[in-house]
Protein backbone atom coordinates (compact mmCIF):
# COMPACT_ATOMS: atom_id res chain seq x y z
CA UNK A 1 0.00 0.00 0.00
CA UNK A 2 1.27 3.29 -0.46
CA UNK A 3 1.68 5.21 2.35
CA UNK A 4 -0.46 8.89 3.13
CA UNK A 5 1.37 11.63 2.41
CA UNK A 6 -0.42 14.90 3.50
CA UNK A 7 1.04 18.33 1.80
CA UNK A 8 -1.78 19.69 1.57
CA UNK A 9 -3.05 19.05 5.44
CA UNK A 10 0.83 20.32 6.64
CA UNK A 11 -0.63 23.70 4.78
CA UNK A 12 -3.95 24.19 5.97
CA UNK A 13 -2.20 23.33 10.10
CA UNK A 14 0.93 25.56 9.19
CA UNK A 15 -1.71 28.53 8.04
CA UNK A 16 -4.01 27.67 10.99
CA UNK A 17 -0.97 28.12 13.37
CA UNK A 18 0.28 31.42 11.72
CA UNK A 19 2.08 31.24 8.89
CA UNK A 20 0.00 33.49 6.96
CA UNK A 21 1.89 33.04 3.59
CA UNK A 22 1.50 29.44 3.26
CA UNK A 23 1.04 28.47 0.11
CA UNK A 24 0.78 25.05 -2.09
CA UNK A 25 2.25 24.07 -5.13
CA UNK A 26 -0.34 21.82 -7.72
CA UNK A 27 1.73 20.12 -10.54
CA UNK A 28 -0.12 19.10 -13.25
CA UNK A 29 0.40 16.67 -16.89
CA UNK A 30 -1.59 19.68 -18.86
CA UNK A 31 -0.38 22.79 -17.07
CA UNK A 32 3.22 25.09 -15.47
CA UNK A 33 2.53 24.55 -11.97
CA UNK A 34 0.61 26.46 -10.08
CA UNK A 35 0.67 27.84 -6.48
CA UNK A 36 -2.63 28.65 -4.55
CA UNK A 37 -2.41 30.89 -1.64
CA UNK A 38 -3.73 29.04 1.82
CA UNK A 39 -5.18 32.17 3.00
CA UNK A 40 -7.91 31.64 -0.26
CA UNK A 41 -9.06 28.20 1.49
CA UNK A 42 -10.16 30.28 4.71
CA UNK A 43 -11.90 32.45 2.97
CA UNK A 44 -15.40 33.85 4.02
CA UNK A 45 -18.50 33.74 2.17
CA UNK A 46 -17.95 37.57 0.84
CA UNK A 47 -14.84 35.94 -0.51
CA UNK A 48 -15.85 33.17 -2.14
CA UNK A 49 -16.91 32.93 -6.44
CA UNK A 50 -20.48 33.26 -6.86
CA UNK A 51 -20.79 29.45 -8.27
CA UNK A 52 -19.67 28.46 -4.18
CA UNK A 53 -22.32 31.73 -2.94
CA UNK A 54 -24.83 30.11 -5.04
CA UNK A 55 -24.18 26.58 -4.17
CA UNK A 56 -24.04 27.54 -0.46
CA UNK A 57 -27.49 29.08 -0.94
CA UNK A 58 -29.67 25.91 -2.68
CA UNK A 59 -28.52 23.83 0.18
CA UNK A 60 -31.49 22.25 1.96
CA UNK A 61 -31.55 20.08 4.99
CA UNK A 62 -28.88 18.29 6.31
CA UNK A 63 -25.50 18.68 4.33
CA UNK A 64 -22.54 16.33 3.47
CA UNK A 65 -19.81 18.87 2.48
CA UNK A 66 -17.15 16.33 0.47
CA UNK A 67 -13.72 17.09 0.54
CA UNK A 68 -14.26 19.87 2.86
CA UNK A 69 -10.67 20.54 3.02
CA UNK A 70 -10.38 23.96 5.41
CA UNK A 71 -14.42 23.55 6.13
CA UNK A 72 -14.90 26.97 4.87
CA UNK A 73 -18.13 26.31 3.11
CA UNK A 74 -19.23 23.89 6.07
CA UNK A 75 -18.34 26.90 8.40
CA UNK A 76 -20.70 29.19 6.50
CA UNK A 77 -23.66 26.47 6.62
CA UNK A 78 -23.10 25.88 10.26
CA UNK A 79 -23.22 29.52 11.45
CA UNK A 80 -26.26 29.68 9.21
CA UNK A 81 -28.23 27.31 11.39
CA UNK A 82 -27.49 23.99 9.26
CA UNK A 83 -26.79 20.73 10.33
CA UNK A 84 -23.81 19.65 8.50
CA UNK A 85 -21.09 17.11 8.12
CA UNK A 86 -17.75 17.81 7.10
CA UNK A 87 -15.46 14.71 5.70
CA UNK A 88 -11.60 14.76 4.18
CA UNK A 89 -9.45 11.98 3.93
CA UNK A 90 -6.90 14.38 5.72
CA UNK A 91 -6.56 14.14 9.81
CA UNK A 92 -4.25 17.10 9.59
CA UNK A 93 -7.21 18.96 7.74
CA UNK A 94 -9.86 17.74 10.33
CA UNK A 95 -8.17 18.78 13.20
CA UNK A 96 -8.15 22.20 11.40
CA UNK A 97 -11.90 22.05 10.77
CA UNK A 98 -12.51 21.16 14.42
CA UNK A 99 -10.35 23.65 15.60
CA UNK A 100 -12.36 26.38 13.61
CA UNK A 101 -15.24 25.20 15.45
CA UNK A 102 -17.48 22.99 13.45
CA UNK A 103 -19.29 20.07 15.20
CA UNK A 104 -19.16 17.24 12.56
CA UNK A 105 -15.85 16.05 11.22
CA UNK A 106 -15.45 13.07 10.01
CA UNK A 107 -11.95 11.85 8.49
CA UNK A 108 -12.11 8.93 5.83
CA UNK A 109 -11.66 8.25 2.33
CA UNK A 110 -15.25 9.28 0.37
CA UNK A 111 -14.70 5.59 -0.74
CA UNK A 112 -15.19 3.72 2.03
CA UNK A 113 -16.99 6.18 3.99
CA UNK A 114 -20.19 3.94 5.24
CA UNK A 115 -22.43 7.21 6.57
CA UNK A 116 -25.20 5.60 9.22
CA UNK A 117 -27.31 8.29 7.61
CA UNK A 118 -28.67 9.66 4.68
CA UNK A 119 -28.14 13.18 3.76
CA UNK A 120 -30.84 15.91 2.04
CA UNK A 121 -27.79 17.54 0.09
CA UNK A 122 -24.55 16.19 -1.21
CA UNK A 123 -21.96 19.27 -1.62
CA UNK A 124 -19.28 18.77 -4.02
CA UNK A 125 -17.34 22.05 -4.66
CA UNK A 126 -14.13 23.04 -5.80
CA UNK A 127 -14.25 20.74 -8.62
CA UNK A 128 -15.19 17.76 -5.72
CA UNK A 129 -16.80 15.81 -8.56
CA UNK A 130 -12.93 15.27 -9.65
CA UNK A 131 -12.56 12.09 -6.46
CA UNK A 132 -13.86 10.01 -8.99
CA UNK A 133 -10.96 10.43 -11.31
CA UNK A 134 -11.86 8.97 -14.34
CA UNK A 135 -14.65 8.69 -16.97
CA UNK A 136 -14.89 5.04 -16.51
CA UNK A 137 -15.54 5.56 -12.67
CA UNK A 138 -18.31 7.85 -12.73
CA UNK A 139 -20.93 4.88 -12.78
CA UNK A 140 -19.24 3.63 -9.15
CA UNK A 141 -18.91 7.49 -7.91
CA UNK A 142 -22.69 8.13 -8.38
CA UNK A 143 -23.83 4.86 -7.17
CA UNK A 144 -21.74 5.49 -4.06
CA UNK A 145 -23.63 9.33 -4.00
CA UNK A 146 -26.93 7.31 -4.51
CA UNK A 147 -26.41 5.53 -1.16
CA UNK A 148 -25.82 8.91 1.09
CA UNK A 149 -29.06 10.47 -0.58
CA UNK A 150 -32.13 10.66 1.26
CA UNK A 151 -35.15 10.30 -1.04
CA UNK A 152 -35.81 13.64 -2.90
CA UNK A 153 -32.57 14.61 -1.45
CA UNK A 154 -29.67 16.50 -3.76
CA UNK A 155 -26.44 16.43 -5.26
CA UNK A 156 -24.71 19.91 -5.28
CA UNK A 157 -21.88 19.39 -7.47
CA UNK A 158 -18.90 21.85 -9.32
CA UNK A 159 -16.80 20.79 -12.45
CA UNK A 160 -14.97 22.70 -15.38
CA UNK A 161 -15.25 22.35 -18.80
CA UNK A 162 -11.55 21.94 -19.86
CA UNK A 163 -11.46 22.20 -23.42
CA UNK A 164 -10.16 25.63 -23.82
CA UNK A 165 -7.09 24.69 -22.00
CA UNK A 166 -6.01 22.60 -25.25
CA UNK A 167 -6.89 25.70 -27.60
CA UNK A 168 -4.58 26.69 -30.80
CA UNK A 169 -4.04 30.70 -30.97
CA UNK A 170 -6.04 30.30 -34.24
CA UNK A 171 -9.09 29.25 -31.88
CA UNK A 172 -8.48 24.79 -33.11
CA UNK A 173 -8.29 22.29 -30.92
CA UNK A 174 -5.74 19.93 -30.79
CA UNK A 175 -6.19 16.20 -28.64
CA UNK A 176 -4.54 13.42 -27.94
CA UNK A 177 -7.44 10.78 -29.43
CA UNK A 178 -4.88 7.85 -27.65
CA UNK A 179 -5.06 9.68 -24.13
CA UNK A 180 -8.29 9.25 -23.26
CA UNK A 181 -10.68 11.90 -22.25
CA UNK A 182 -9.43 15.48 -22.00
CA UNK A 183 -10.50 15.98 -18.17
CA UNK A 184 -8.67 13.27 -17.31
CA UNK A 185 -5.78 15.16 -15.51
CA UNK A 186 -3.14 13.99 -13.18
CA UNK A 187 -2.59 16.18 -10.03
CA UNK A 188 0.31 16.33 -7.33
CA UNK A 189 0.63 18.48 -4.33
CA UNK A 190 3.44 20.21 -2.50
CA UNK A 191 4.18 22.38 0.18
CA UNK A 192 7.17 23.30 1.68
CA UNK A 193 9.32 19.85 1.44
CA UNK A 194 6.48 17.45 1.75
CA UNK A 195 5.30 16.28 -1.71
CA UNK A 196 1.90 14.31 -1.91
CA UNK A 197 1.36 11.23 -4.16
CA UNK A 198 0.20 11.70 -7.89
CA UNK A 199 -3.46 10.82 -8.13
CA UNK A 200 -6.25 10.99 -10.80
CA UNK A 201 -8.19 13.97 -11.02
CA UNK A 202 -11.53 14.58 -13.31
CA UNK A 203 -13.41 17.59 -14.72
CA UNK A 204 -16.32 16.90 -16.95
CA UNK A 205 -18.30 18.73 -19.46
CA UNK A 206 -21.77 19.42 -18.92
CA UNK A 207 -22.84 17.39 -21.56
CA UNK A 208 -20.84 14.25 -20.70
CA UNK A 209 -22.22 14.80 -16.65
CA UNK A 210 -25.81 15.47 -17.73
CA UNK A 211 -25.60 11.39 -20.03
CA UNK A 212 -23.74 10.04 -17.31
CA UNK A 213 -26.04 11.03 -14.35
CA UNK A 214 -28.67 10.12 -16.39
CA UNK A 215 -27.48 6.46 -16.77
CA UNK A 216 -27.35 6.28 -12.99
CA UNK A 217 -31.12 7.36 -12.73
CA UNK A 218 -30.03 11.17 -11.90
CA UNK A 219 -31.58 14.69 -13.59
CA UNK A 220 -29.31 16.92 -14.43
CA UNK A 221 -29.82 20.86 -14.32
CA UNK A 222 -27.65 23.83 -14.87
CA UNK A 223 -27.63 26.02 -12.11
CA UNK A 224 -25.17 28.45 -13.21
CA UNK A 225 -22.37 29.03 -15.71
CA UNK A 226 -18.90 30.86 -15.63
CA UNK A 227 -16.29 32.38 -18.21
CA UNK A 228 -14.10 29.52 -18.24
CA UNK A 229 -15.96 26.71 -18.43
CA UNK A 230 -16.83 26.33 -14.59
CA UNK A 231 -20.14 25.15 -13.63
CA UNK A 232 -22.62 24.51 -10.71
CA UNK A 233 -25.03 21.72 -11.55
CA UNK A 234 -28.37 20.43 -9.53
CA UNK A 235 -28.36 16.40 -9.56
CA UNK A 236 -31.58 14.64 -7.96
CA UNK A 237 -33.16 11.21 -8.72
CA UNK A 238 -34.89 11.14 -11.76
Request: proline share 4%; glycine share 10%.
Amino acid sequence: MIPFSDPMGEALEAFQNGKTDAAITVISNIAEDDIIPVTYLFRGFEQMPELEQLALQECTGHVLDLGAGAGSHALWLQQNGFNVTALDISPKAVAVMQKRGIKNVVQADFWNFRPTEQFDTILLLMNGIGLAGKILKLPVFFAHLKTMLKPGGQILLESSDILYMFEEEDGSVVLDLNSGYYGEVEYQMAFQNSRGNAFPWLFVDFALLSDSAAEAGFKTEGLFEGENGEYLAKLTLA
